[in-house]
């Protein structure tokens, strides 16, 4: 065998290789490996952000800053402006009909706007005529709570259903109903006596207007005469919170007279029951309308 020489190669305690060279058939190599031992895993130190909260954060900068450069128009939509509609032009095919023949800036006499009311109906039925009266009042103030009955002298047009608590046994057979929530009447007549018996049911009939009261001749010992009354044509008006009176004065098939008459008799009632302590103007508007028809403005006489 030739003579073997030996090369000894050092890497910083790393690597040791022996290489055996010569004309020998096998060449052997012994390698040593020394492990490395693996880096420690970073962590983020108290104070120090890591090393991807810092790219996220730059990130988010970058984001932002391409937002600022951005115009505010190229991002949204110009909203188009809403245009407000009148009730004429949301109501139906036959209330705009109907609409076109009142002159929303004029002011009709009495007689005219009843009349012009009886054509302007755009309802099927047999609608019913009212007033709407504004009055200067203010209804906070106890003096000033304007509230009165009137007997229409064309009657109301309707069947009115008076229910009676005159005796033991209408308070047996009116309570039996009440107790199931149970109303079949219109206007209910009571005599004073009766009254403390019909406490317990207050809140049931006080807010559809059913509670009798004085003021509109409900509370009677004349029961027989209430109840003639009512049927004849006795309504009852009251203002509301807004200061304003709402009545209806009779159908569209009385015709203008008719309606007229009941009219004068509401409005002649409605200025004798004004204020005492009312300073300026008592009545600011009228205007008459049909349930369904448009409103129609009238000409207000004797403030």
Known sequence: MAEAKKKQVKKADVVAETVVEGNVPEVKVEKEVVQTPAEPKTTAKAGKRSAKAARETEEKEAKEARKAETPAEATKPAAKPQQSRTKAERAGKKYREAAKLVDREKFYTQEDALELA?????????????????????????????????????????????????????????????????????????????????????????????????????ITNDVEAAVSEAKAGRVEYRVDQSGIIHIGIGKVSFGKDKLNQNAEAVMSSIRAARPASLKGNYIKAITVSTTMGPGIKVEVSGR
């Open 118 to 218: 009886t054509k302007t109906s755009p309802s099927k039925f047999d609608a019913t005529v009212e007033l709407h009266i504004n009055l200067g009042v203010d209804p906070r103030q106890a003096d000033q709570n304007v509230r009165d009955t009137v007997s229409l002298p064309a009657g109301t047009g309707k069947d009115v259903r008076v229910a009676t608590l005159a005796s033991d046994d209408d308070a047996e057979k009116l309570f039996a109903k009440l107790d199931k929530e149970e109303i079949d009447f219109d206007i209910l007549v009571a005599t004073p006596g009766m009254m403390p018996r019909l406490g317990k049911y207050a809140r049931l009939l006080g807010p559809r207007g059913l509670m009798p009261n004085p003021k509109s001749g409900t």
